[in-house]
């Protein structure tokens, strides 16, 4: 798609978006919606939580709104509304299934995507390789030429509203036509380089500051195993040891969990990638157990859950 | 170590593998316990830690182990079927393999991690299996994981 095709773009979904929250606001849908501002510096954008009709002015929907919002649910207690983009209503997804929302208490107003930008005007991070274009999980949708679907017309089955009905999954997760064409992106995509050198090159970027685990979905323990110190994972010396355990541990907390976002590395102050581990178990997690991250919230995340006849792979002496 | 013990000890460096072993309670540490009593020769090259099922098995403890210089890490637990708490290894099958895929991706080589389902009769399949770990680690050389890169 040309950039100028994407800027027409979301103004179309720009403008449906403010008539939608100003009907939620209307019908008491939702206490507060969960959007996007216009940031200070330009070609940024930041959460904005909309109370009232006032604050609908200031809704902007363009193409560098990169952050996450579904992070922000779990701090609302209450109807909450949401503008999703997939990765967005993935995360949303997760949280059903993880047990951390309740699906009655959050309105979401999907929005299909292509992709967002950095502020340098390049492909974000976690939209490179990113294959799913339409929310997994909304009630209302808002299609990239403005088009305004509601689920039930969107599955065409007239089947009463909710998540368990799998056509919308197999309608939404199924094989897209327009999956990955326009950002030339390729998901199955091989590793170039799995050597401990690539790996310990970006851990020497790092700075332990844990900006990605702040700005991930998925971390949301009260307490991080990091910050624990009785008895402390890590020592306060921030070597070789300390990176790896932070990121090894994370990146196995996020297996099969991860909805690929590319939060963690856009807030990397160092320019630490190191999303490639966390790829590669999510497209491993979906090889081996059929699992996808936020595709649908009624099942059980991939480590939560067991298959009597799961492969061994990798063991020793396995029969 | 003798001749007995089926491995061979490193004559130039005197260097010999350390290898943190996790043992479930119920199946492996029996094991471990059945090929003492019966006199098998393993390499001392193993510490046991007890752990009461293998999926008690954080698996920071295997990361952390090899980031504090571990030269490997060995994982034994009961056999699919027989876990003492039903379903315990079960869930640790799937964490295991995902590590395991993990610790690859990052450039850990996969021979430094093992994890195998001894049951408390097997105390030659355990004997076995530990002389297969420590030839394998050894083959691989000190665990040169956290050096650091020169970089500060």
């Keep these: ?319 | 170590m003798d001749n007995n013990t089926g491995c061979k000890p490193e004559k130039d460096t005197g260097w010999e593998p350390r290898i943190v072993a996790f043992l479930c309670n119920w199946c492996s540490y029996a094991g471990a316990d059945l090929a003492g009593t019966g006199r098998l020769q393993y390499p001392p090259s193993i510490r046991i830690i007890r752990v009461p099922c293998s999926g008690r098995l954080n698996p920071l403890f295997i990361i952390k182990a090899l980031a504090e210089g571990a030269d490997g890490v060995m994982v034994s637990g009961c056999h699919p079927g027989d876990c003492h708490y039903l379903t315990g290894n079960m869930y640790a099958r799937r964490r295991f393999v995902i590590l395991k895929k993990l610790l690859e991706t990052a450039g850990i080589h996969p021979d430094r991690v093992h994890f195998t389902w001894v049951s408390a009769s097997e105390g030659g399949r355990f004997a076995e299996v530990v002389k297969e770990v420590t030839e394998r680690v050894r083959k691989l050389g000190p665990s040169n994981i956290t050096e650091n890169t020169g970089k500060i």
Aim: hydrophobic letters at 35%; a negative charge.
């Design chain 1, 1 to 319: 798609m040309e950039l100028q095709d994407r800027g027409k773009m979301h103004e179309c979904q720009e403008k449906q978006l403010a008539g939608i929250c100003r009907k939620l606001l209307d019908e008491g849908k939702g206490d507060v919606i969960l959007a996007y501002a216009g940031g200070e510096i330009e070609n940024s954008t930041i959460p904005l939580f909309i109370r009232g009709c006032g604050e609908i002015e200031r809704l902007k929907y363009d193409e560098y709104c990169y952050p996450n919002l579904a992070k922000y649910l779990l701090e609302n207690k209450g109807k909450t509304g949401i503008v999703a983009k997939p990765c967005d209503a993935r995360a949303i997804a997760m949280y059903i299934a993880e047990n951390q929302l309740a699906r009655e208490n959050v309105y979401i107003i999907g929005m299909e995507c292509n992709g967002m930008k950095n502020m340098d005007g390049s492909l974000a991070p976690g939209c490179c390789e990113c294959s799913v274009h339409v929310p997994p999980l909304f009630d209302v949708l808002v299609k990239c030429n403005g088009e305004v679907v509601e689920r039930e017309q969107y599955t065409n089955t007239g089947a009463p509203a909710g998540y368990e009905d799998d056509a919308v999954f197999n309608a939404v997760t199924g094989e897209s036509g327009n999956a990955g064409d326009d950002n030339g992106v390729n998901e199955d995509k091989p590793l170039e380089d799995k050597s401990l050198e690539r790996f310990k090159k970006e851990l020497d970027k790092c700075i332990l500051c844990f900006a990605c685990r702040q700005a991930c979905y998925g971390c949301y323990c009260p307490v991080c195993f990091m910050d624990r110190t009785m008895p402390a994972w890590i020592s306060t010396d921030p070597g070789m040891g300390a990176k790896m355990v932070y990121h090894l541990g994370r990146a196995m907390h996020l297996a099969g969990r991860c909805v690929e976002c590319g939060a963690c590395e856009r807030v990397c102050p160092s320019g630490v990638k190191i999303r490639y581990l966390i790829k590669e178990i999510n497209s491993f997690c979906k090889d081996v157990y059929g699992y996808r991250a936020g595709m649908n919230p009624g099942e059980y995340p991939v480590l939560a859950a067991f298959n009597k006849d799961d492969k061994e792979i990798g063991f020793l002496r396995s029969e």
